[in-house]
T-cell receptor, first 109, second 114 residues
Framework: TQLLEQSPQFLSIQEGENLTVYCNSS?????LQWYRQEPGEGPVLLVT?????EVKKLKRLTFQFGDARKDSSLHITAAQTGDTGLYLC?????????FGTGTSLTVIP | KAGVTQTPRYLIKTRGQQVTLSCSPI?????VSWYQQTPGQGLQFLFE???????NKGNFPGRFSGRQFSNSRSEMNVSTLELGDSALYLC?????????????FGPGTRLTVL
């Protein structure tokens, strides 16, 4: 079983603060994707990382894939209320995807 | 390009009934996956279809079934509904982007079983 664990499970911060969410596994993945999901809606793909050590930036969001391609992190700078949602990581191997347990982020104005 | 569409968006059924959910993938995507999402269990993989064939299957009872048509549209069926089947059912289509697959989700169907 390829299990992806995310931490923290819940996070509540003030607007303007920085935060980091972690996605860890003992398995190697060929790609890792991050999604954000709002209540009652489907997850929206934010980014895909594929190379060990790769760093991608999407405005205030920075994504990093671990050197061994087993873990990833998402860092948000100066969080805004619009960042509120459930963040999911998903490891891809072949044609299968394995989802993390999710991090529920609440940004308080 | 239109995204993944799912119908209906909301559904209320009673125990013992059956239900069929529909998913239209992004144009050109041949793989369609189905997931069940509940607050307690998170996102759980049901099955994946590629070119009308079930390629991968999760750990769900046989009451959950699916199929894919030649135009890549997919349906999933749940028979003999139980209260525990209440969930958000998500469909995702995926494409091969170089050497890896990328998955895109639809808005989901919220199923409530009474």
């Amino acid at each position: 079983t390829q299990l992806l664990e995310q931490s923290p499970q819940f996070l509540s911060i003030q607007e303007g603060e920085n935060l980091t969410v972690y996605c860890n596994s003992s398995s190697v993945f060929s790609s890792l994707q991050w999604y954000r999901q709002e209540p009652g809606e489907g997850p929206v793909l934010l980014v895909t990382v594929v190379t060990g050590g790769e760093v991608k930036k999407l405005k205030r969001l920075t994504f990093q894939f671990g050197d061994a391609r087993k873990d990833s992190s998402l860092h948000i700078t100066a969080a805004q209320t619009g960042d509120t949602g459930l963040y999911l990581c998903a490891g891809g191997t072949g044609n299968q995807f394995y989802f993390g347990t999710g991090t529920s982020l609440t940004v308080i104005p | 390009k239109a995204g993944v569409t799912q119908t209906p968006r909301y559904l209320i059924k009673t125990r013992g009934q059956q239900v069929t959910l529909s998913c239209s993938p992004i144009s050109g995507h041949r793989s369609v996956s189905w997931y069940q999402q509940t607050p307690g269990q998170g996102l759980q993989f049901l099955f994946e279809y590629f070119s009308e064939t079930q390629r991968n299957k999760g750990n769900f009872p046989g009451r959950f079934s699916g199929r894919q048509f030649s135009n890549s549209r997919s349906e999933m069926n749940v028979s003999t509904l139980e209260l525990g089947d209440s969930a958000l059912y998500l469909c995702a289509s995926s494409r091969l982007a170089g050497a890896y697959n990328e998955q895109f989700f639809g808005p989901g169907t919220r199923l409530t079983v009474l």
